[in-house]
């Protein structure tokens, strides 16, 4: 009642305004005078995407709306699913992908929405980060619907994927790209030091450290840099521990052995030239990476499109597995920053959509994940697609090693680890408590109060 | 005669040799404002890689950083976009305030001076804190993605009514006086007679409304996020910005592009808008 | 009798003319400031889902709850060093530089005039990715400065605590001193020149002409600025967010960048607690300007 009191006035308010003024303001709206002439058959496309865009309103019926963020990644990945089911099973089919800006935007969305009380504004399906979307079932239990009836073969998955979408045993995600962490390395400059790739694989951080010295010594570059604004790092060193940064639903640093040490190595790396902190995100890709500033890089595999901008060290990487504290052969396994499709509770179309996703990423269609690869370098969650041809193609630029192939079999490895609906919080923290130790500060107090920060925030 | 004229001569090249260190100072002052500006010219014009060591002369690289764009984002279409709620918008705030600002000046009484002062208040309420249910009444109202959704939160402003107000002061009430024995409505006075006199403030409250609009960022990306086609400059530049990798040069020419009109509108009304300050400030 | 009669009414007419032309803006200000205000404050006294909020025990403890977050207490700190730094630096550069610009012997005023002003034309997103670009570690500042020999090697300017507070407060002083220098041009311009120039005859040197002349006379406008400046500032967002992120560890992270991660940044969605920090925020700025009011009027 009082919402719609609300809407009553401002609809008065804004007739009022509208009648007192005299251009018409509409007029503007429908002037296409910043159009040039020249339209391109691209620019054809836009314009008929712009009658069906708002979502969940007046669309064909063979028609999905969908959230994502990244036309160099996941949008080119939405696109070969969709190529995929216009060809295979529906010629009418048509997948109507709006950009976000960045990852936030979906979960601003869902949280307004949420928040208004109205998923009505949601499109029919959301690319969504895993980390997130637990806090999101919590909270907003009613924006989501599942998959509950339809044929997929779950077992096709890594359980470590599948643990973030998958609550009180009902599945909720379709899994995407792969979060799979691989360290590649720069073979010529290992070699310039005196190792080899293999040198690399089953060795403890401290070994690492070691070689990581002489790298900087004999080529100036530093073994690994990271953004330091968030710690993806930790995170990821400590997954390769099978280790978690919470405990029983609690934050869980400043009695956390692992972590300690872990953050020990990160902060010794960085004093000794090892491993160099980006100031941000933009700076760790196009400085550290780009920039060439570095002999190694360790990430979520959907970085290799970054490493491979530079054009002129194609055929001098190589990947493998993470090192480990204990190291002597026990290799690391870990993932970051994978994302999945989750299915709204505003889709009207829950058979088509669910029916889509199911016979696209859903069966590990080849057709779907080939082009997804080669067109965003999106590598498949989907153990079986990860064995068909393209994927055992060597890679030119990893001196044509099959790093595909690879990555989907370390992807099956990963440990599931407790997560938490504040992992961003305690990664904001987690920096900011490197940042200090590295400026000075005692290692347990800065820890401590990472820790304390994130419990406050629990609370709220 | 002629030593007459000498002498003023004298007399100005004295004024401007003592006006030497002024001139530095505004020429220090100018390249340090317009260096960044110069910058990004010249950053649009050259390739990512180029712009990430510091490159700052101009390249060769525009045409494909242009092409790049066009076919990264419909830059087209938010430019057209943000010029349409940014006149919207203008047009409706100038309109609204400024009758607000004459009824506020011109008809006061202690009642409404109160007002007033109760809708200054309004000035300082933080952006983040009235979002949430802003949100709400505008999802409500089922306004989200329109342009409607966009403006509403700042049509009416207490900036402007301040500025429409303190103008009014200079408004001759004789006029009114007279306007009102020929038989002019108040509703005909403030057509037929503010509003001519009021160019200048008006002017100025465009420029002012009109950046405002266009640079608008987070509250468009809040109610209209959900629809690429309304999307505006600003958000577009933020597409172009985030992701796993930046192309900077295609970047810096969708931040030329969003730079340029409003310097345009400001090179334009640059006279006006001084006028129309000085009158507020009165 | 009559003529009273229908001189009252032709007043009361006037009357109700003044409350309709002002009734439009009003209204829109109380629907769409002070409401969403007055709903801002019920949430405030909430927490948990944005989808199911609950009233907090006891109920101002949201409020209560700030007092131990000394991420909020730093944020606070930040934002008063911008202030007090940022501030006080941007007006006196400001009224200096319309002082200058005010000189009619002065040649391309009008050029002068728009180079000064031009940086405020430029978009908030546009202008933190230009100094993100500046004073990247790899960027234009550091390579000269090696060039120039006045570096050794290039300086984390943006990762480096102190550095990145100056680096926000320069492109602050960038981006709005023009915008100020048009207030107090514009007011400089209501000051009749025959004040100056009887001054002169009184044979006051500029400084005493600007402490005894410009400045008493522009105060109405300086405590205008000063108004604008801290509210400004006090709701500083765009800076922190996208130039340096509210880092390197939490250093330049203003306040409304916090409500704002506790709102929207890191999917924590506790709008019950942000809400209570824009509240103390909104209290900040009207305390700050009532002083601010308060001291410029005394002197008159």
Redesign the interface.
Known sequence: MKKRLMAAVMAGTMVASLAACSPSPQAPAESKGAEPSATTAAQAEEKKEETTAAPAAAEGDKTLTVYAWDKNFNIPALQAAEADYQKNVDPEFKLNIIEQSQSSDVENAVTLAGSAGDYSTLPDIVLFQDHYFQKYVTDFPEAWASFEGASVNWDDFGKEKLSYSTIDGVHYGMPVDNGTVVFAYRTDLLAEAGYTIDDMKGISWDEWLEIGKKVNEKTGKYLLSMDGDGNDLPYMMLQAEGASQFKDGDINLSENEAFKKVIDVIVRGVKENVIYLANDWGDYTDQTIVGDMVAGVMNGNWIIPTIKQVKDNSGKWEITSMPTLEGKGKEGFASNGGSSLYITSNCKKLELAQDFLAKTFGSGSVETYDAALKNGGVITCSISAGTSAVYNEGVEYFNNTPIYAEIVKMGANVPVVEQSDFHYPTRTQVAAAIQSIINGADADSAIKDAEDQVRFTMQG | MTNNLSKVKTN?SA??KR?IP??I??TI??I???F??Y??IT?ATNA??E????K?VFGTYAAENFKNLL??E?L??S??NS??YS??QT??CL???S??G???E????SV?DK?FGI?L?????????????????V???????T??AFI??S????FM?MMFRQNSRNFPVDIMEAARLDGLS??EI?FRMYLPVMKSTYAAAAVISF?NA??S??WP??VM?????AMN???L???L??????D?GQ?MMG?LF??VP??I???IL?KQ??EG?????? | MNTTKKGTSVLAKQHRAGWFFLLPATIMIFVLNFYPMLQAFIISLKKGSPAALQWTTPVFNNYTRMLQDKLFIRSIGNTFLYLLVQVPIMLILAILLAQLLNNKDLKFRGIFRTMVFLPCATSLVSYALIFKSLFATQGLINSVFVNLGIFKDNFNFLGTPWSAKMVIIIALIWRWTGYNMVFYLAGLQNIEYSVYEAAKIDGANGWETFWGITVPLLRPVIVMTFIMSINGTLQLFDESMNLTGGGPANSTITMSHYIYNNSFGQGVGNFGYSSALSFVVFIMVAVLAFINLKVGDKRD
């Open positions: 100005s004024i401007q006006l002024t001139y100072f505004l002052w100018c340090f404002s317009v960044p500006l910058w990004m950053a990512s890689i712009i990430a060591k510091g700052i076919a990264a419909p087209w279409r430019l057209g010029f349409k006149i919207v047009v409706l309109f609204v305030c009758l607000a004459y009824g506020f011109l008809y006061h009484d409404k007002l809708l208040l309004a000035m300082m309420v933080p952006q983040v804190a009235t979002m949430i249910p802003l949100f709400r009444m999802s409500g109202a089922h306004l989200l993605n342009v409607w509403l939160p049509i009416s402003t207490p009514i108040e509703l403030f950046m266009w640079n960022y987070m990306k809040v996020n959900t629809d690429t086609s400059m600003p958000m530049i933020a597409n910005s985030e992701g796993y990798t930046v900077y970047l931040v969003c730079s409003t310097m509108i400001f090179f640059q808008f001084a300050i000085t009158g507020s400030v009165k």
